[in-house]
């Protein structure tokens, strides 16, 4: 079989193979191979939230940790809203519309944050709406947002969503005490995932994220559910990676050596949208207590192939986790387009 049809073959192959997971009109651009390049972070993935694009291999926007609070979809029929667990920041039901019966002190126990997977059904405010084949049912739950001082969490803020469409959230919030509630508004956008909101002064939208079609791969701080050595489940907060969920894809492959995967392969990897599928656990780290630190290790044969927003499959990998200084929290990664 000649080149170009030993490229068509696999092409087809793919669109088969991977018509479950991607848009039925994703078409997947001709085999274009690239230069293997590589990007070592200048600010701190403890601090900063970074949107990297493959096919530039430039970060196209940044934000400090502390720059929004919550986060809501912006497609037309999304209903999403989440919280921002970069800044610790966690939800708490209160299982209540009435404003007398706001707890003074809130369980604990009940705080939450989103799940990392980004299913909207795990979200922290998940069940605020309810939709049915004959309507739109809001609970009018109570809402309290409160931020996490590494031991326990301290509400800040009571919320009611009421209202959710095509174009526009609306929601109040106040002081948990206060007695008067601000109104907001945030309309949606078609040419971003999520709108972002900030509690800051007295509550305003903010720009985060660039375009969805144009970045790739969060490089961020967030929380997530780890397990101890006994099995059991955990809130922690951990740094990674988060992909662009509705468009990009990733595969994992942690047996071929990362100079040996080909475009030829790519029909032989099961791909997922979940959005922390690369997540953290590109590196490990080995804790002296007596010393009271913490080395981060990472493992360079972990090789994710990902599915860019244009449609280019590129092999990705961690090469480091500390910058020239040996600080922490500076990825250095290294890609290729395949």
């Known amino acids: 079989m000649g080149g170009n049809q030993h490229i068509i073959s696999i092409i087809i192959a793919l669109s088969v193979l991977l018509g479950g997971c991607f848009e039925e009109d994703k078409m997947i651009p001709p085999h274009i191979p690239g230069d293997e390049q590589s990007y070592a972070f200048e600010k701190s993935i403890y601090h900063t939230q970074s949107y990297f694009d493959l096919g530039t ?22 209903w999403h809203i989440g919280v921002n667990s970069a800044d610790y920041w966690g939800v708490f039901d209160t299982e209540t519309s009435d404003t007398d019966s706001i707890p003074d002190a809130p369980d604990p126990d009940k705080w939450i944050f989103d799940h990392s997977s980004g299913d909207p059904d795990s979200s922290a405010f998940a069940g605020w709406v309810i939709f049915t084949e004959e309507d739109t049912m809001y609970t009018g739950h109570i809402y309290l947002l409160g931020k996490y001082d590494g031991i326990k969490y301290t509400p800040s803020w009571a919320i009611q969503f009421y209202k959710v469409d095509e174009s526009v959230y609306k929601f109040r919030m106040k002081a948990p005490t206060a007695d008067e509630w601000n109104e907001f508004e945030i309309p949606k ?123 280019f499959f590129y092999k990705f990998r961690f090469i480091s986790y500390y910058n020239d200084l040996g600080e922490k929290g500076f990825p250095v990664i290294e890609h290729l387009r395949l």
């Not at 430039?58 to 934000?63: M, V």
């Not at 990674?240 to 475009?263: C, E, H, K, Q, T």
């Not at 922390?276 to 994710?304: M, Q, R």
């Open 57 to 78: 291999n430039s970060i196209l926007a940044e934000n400090g940790n502390s720059d929004w609070v919550m986060r809501f979809g912006a497609h037309p029929g999304d």
């Open 189 to 311: 956008s078609t040419l971003h995932n999520y709108r972002y909101f900030t509690t800051s002064g007295d509550g305003k939208m903010v720009e985060i994220e660039p375009d969805q079609d144009l970045w790739d791969l969060q490089f961020t701080q967030y929380g997530s559910i780890v397990y101890t050595n006994d099995g059991v489940p955990t809130p922690y907060y951990v740094r990674g990676v988060l992909l662009n969920r509705y468009i990009v894809a990733a595969a994992i492959d942690s047996v071929s050596a990362f100079s040996d995967i080909s475009f030829e392969d790519i029909g032989g990897y099961t791909f997922s949208k979940r959005q922390d599928f690369i997540g953290y656990e590109w590196k490990s780290v080995t804790v002296d207590i007596n010393s009271n630190t913490a080395v981060y290790t990472v493992n360079p044969d972990i090789t994710y192939i990902i599915m860019d927003t244009e449609g």
